[in-house]
């Protein structure tokens, strides 16, 4: 597994704490009864399985990943007797390798890092009645990252192509739409989430993007010294920071869901 995915606590300061705001209201939008049994396909540090044992009184979930360093912080941190957490890749989903058919199958953030994504959305309605996954709309609304890749690809313009707006093309209603439909869903629903993303300081945004976690901060980790501090002073200079500091941002966020 990809080091990108490995330190909890750093990827919840880039990006989980922002897919828990997503996910409380993604939860809400799939308006599941209670009683349920779901899975949380890339659940990562726990963020979206937390949102459903908060909100929607299932009777189980079960969280899978396969990164062995999110799956111990997702079982550390999730201290609640319906939830367990396994190691397993997308490409290795099944009913058996769950555990067991499932009501409702999510995927927070997800969808876009699996190779193979219509495989992975088949076997997703295979194992459950109802899919749900959303991805961050990284070409446009995802503010955060967008300021990252525009102020990288201005002092690297050779690596224009890194940008995630660029390498998850789909990530949009169309998109996910089209992955849907071919996976042979029916009734499929998109919509847009928005949250805010708001930093004390720029030392506060900047400092998650250090850690290496996740595809922003794995590249920019592979530059040259010099090349990041030009990449952090022209961020610097773009982002929109008030008197005291703070920088307001926001995180749009595409949701899908469809039925089997
Ligand atoms: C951006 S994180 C999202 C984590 C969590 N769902 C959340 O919302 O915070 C992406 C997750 O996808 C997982 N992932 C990457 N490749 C995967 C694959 N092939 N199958 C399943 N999960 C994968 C990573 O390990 C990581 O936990």
Known sequence: MSSQWSQGEIYESYVGRWSRLVAAEFVAWLDQPAGLRWLDVGCGTGALTTA???QAEPSAVVGVDPSEGFVGFARGAVADERARFEVLPAAELSTDAVGGAVD???AGLVLNFIPDRPDALRRMREIGRTVGVYVWDYAEGMQLMRYFWEAAADVVPDDRERD????????NPAGLEGLFAEAGFSDIETRAIVVPTVFESFDAYWTPFLGGQGPGPAYLRSLHP???TAIRHLVESRLPANPDGSIELTARAWAARGTS
Do not use: A, D, K, Y
């Not at 995630?164 to 990530?171: K, L």
């Open 52 to 54: 459903v044992l908060t």
């Open 226 to 228: 010099n090349t990041q």
């Open 104 to 106: 409702v199958v999510v």
């Open 164 to 171: 995630e707006g660029r390498t998850f093309p789909f990530c």
